[in-house]
């Protein structure tokens, strides 16, 4: 058959699909300059496909520029075409960057996190989601029996994931029927979005290429287990060494990562509106379910907001503070790893740069809002989180949330799920 290699070139969009375009492969030096035509109007595809509502009109141009640092080439070797695409980033037609890329959202945040401590950020995605290749057996939560009857499909996506230049952490049969969880090894931000999405993407693939699908919606049934994006992140001084521990600190932090994390609870109710930012996500954010409902820190508690993770036999105190870190645990797949993790890290560096304070022992949480609209209410009541945006960014980011919840306003928790589910 004749064939020629095409390349994708896209981003993971606010309403976290990746959305691009493809070329021939020999296209590609030239294309590293004009990457591919794009415009404004296709920020505001909701994840269901459709436009609902928009501030640009069908006018403007702009260009996804791919980043040659965030290039994949995974050949299957099984006569399918490879997983040939580059993440980018949305430019103005001079090359500067579109106010709305959300690659550049993160590198705000990684910035303000800078010129607020000099520090910078490590985290580590992982993702849960449903495998419809196997049958759903009840009991068999985390069983070998569960993790053999996946097959190959976790052979698959760990070798795609590391043929991909990612580092692959741990594969496991989850706790929900027919759930699976990844997770790849910890990264500067902008690369550990980039490898969630990658990782995300592999993982479709592998399925696909099985004839099924991983399923990340984060609420796949109502009634049903949650799938979680939990993002562990740790401070490091430009050096490297680690900036997250201090033996004597609250919850053994230290005082930057103290401020961090009061910083992020501060924010945790507005920046839920970006970080579980479908309606569904608030079906996964309620009790019994190993998902947060308060904007609460806690050691070694997988029902927080921000959970203080343990060490494991670390042979000493430099080793454990190394691997010392947190993990948010209010996010999911409908979210864009770069949004999410920007968000995270914005609402940390305010923290550090207001040298907010941890709650003290006692103190009630602030429960998490209940729906999107209320995430999106506080967000919009929030300055300093409207600050983060540009004004247009902003204003098209509540509007593409807004009309997505209009369209879906009718639908029943089973057949909302049900929709989330098909697109997710
Ligand atoms: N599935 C749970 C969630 O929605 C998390 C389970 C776990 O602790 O890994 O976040
Ligand atoms: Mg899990």
């Known amino acids: 058959m004749l064939r020629e290699e095409l390349i994708f070139v896209?981003?993971?969009?606010?309403?976290?699909?990746?959305?691009?375009?493809?070329?021939?492969a020999s296209e590609l030096p030239a294309r590293r300059k004009s990457g591919i035509g794009w415009t404004h109007s296709n920020l505001m595809q909701t994840c269901f496909g459709p436009i609902l509502d928009t501030p640009f009109g069908t006018a403007g141009d702009l260009m996804i520029v791919p980043d040659p640092s965030a290039e994949l080439h995974v050949d299957f070797r099984d006569g399918s075409a490879a997983e040939h695409f580059i993440l980018g980033d949305i430019r103005e037609l001079d090359g500067r960057p579109w106010e709305c890329c959300v690659r550049e959202f993160l590198r705000r945040a990684m910035a303000a996190l800078k010129e607020a401590s000099g520090l910078h950020l490590l985290a580590a995605f992982e993702q849960e989601f449903v495998y419809t290749g196997v049958e759903d057996l009840p009991g068999h939560a985390y069983s070998l029996g569960a993790f053999r009857r996946q097959g190959q499909f976790g052979e698959m996506v760990t070798a795609a994931i590391r043929a991909s230049g990612a580092k692959p952490d741990s594969y496991l049969a989850e706790y929900g029927p027919r759930q699976y969880e990844m997770t790849v090894a910890p990264e500067t931000a902008l690369r550990a979005a980039d490898q969630a999405v990658s990782a995300r993407e592999l993982a479709r693939g592998v399925a696909f290429r099985l004839?099924?699908?991983?399923?990340?919606?984060?609420?796949?049934?109502a009634d049903g287990s949650g799938n979680g994006v939990h993002i562990h992140f740790s401070l490091h001084e430009e050096s490297g060494a680690p900036a997250t521990h201090k033996a004597k600190g609250p919850f053994g932090l230290s005082e930057a990562a103290a401020h961090f994390a009061a910083g992020v609870l501060h924010h945790m109710a507005a920046i839920a509106a970006i970080t579980a930012p479908s309606p569904v996500s608030y079906l996964r954010l309620t009790p019994n379910r190993w998902a947060p409902t308060a904007a609460d820190i806690k050691l070694q508690d997988r029902g927080a907001a921000l959970r203080i993770c343990p060490i494991f036999a670390a042979p000493d105190e430099k080793e454990r503070a190394l691997r010392f870190n947190l993990e948010f645990r209010v996010c999911d797949a409908a979210a864009s790893p770069y949004?999410?993790?920007?968000?995270?890290?914005?609402?940390?560096?305010?923290?550090?740069?207001?040298?907010m304070t941890l709650p003290k022992p006692g103190d009630a949480a602030m429960p998490l809002p209940h729906s999107l609209g209320q995430a999106l209410q506080i967000m919009e009541a929030s300055d300093t989180v409207k600050n983060w945006f540009s004004p247009v960014f902003f204003e098209a980011y509540v509007r593409h949330k807004?009309?997505?919840?209009?369209?879906?306003?009718?639908?029943?928790?089973?057949?909302?799920?049900?929709?989330?589910?098909?697109?997710?």
């Open 10 to 24: 896209g981003t993971c969009d606010i309403a976290g699909v990746v959305r691009g375009k493809g070329f021939p």
């Open 402 to 424: 807004r009309s997505e919840l209009a369209y879906v306003a009718d639908l029943a928790p089973q057949e909302l799920c049900a929709r989330y589910a098909e697109v997710y």
């Open 211 to 221: 004839g099924h699908r991983a399923i990340f919606s984060p609420m796949p049934v």
């Open 339 to 355: 949004m999410a993790l920007g968000a995270l890290i914005f609402a940390g560096a305010d923290g550090i740069a207001r040298k």
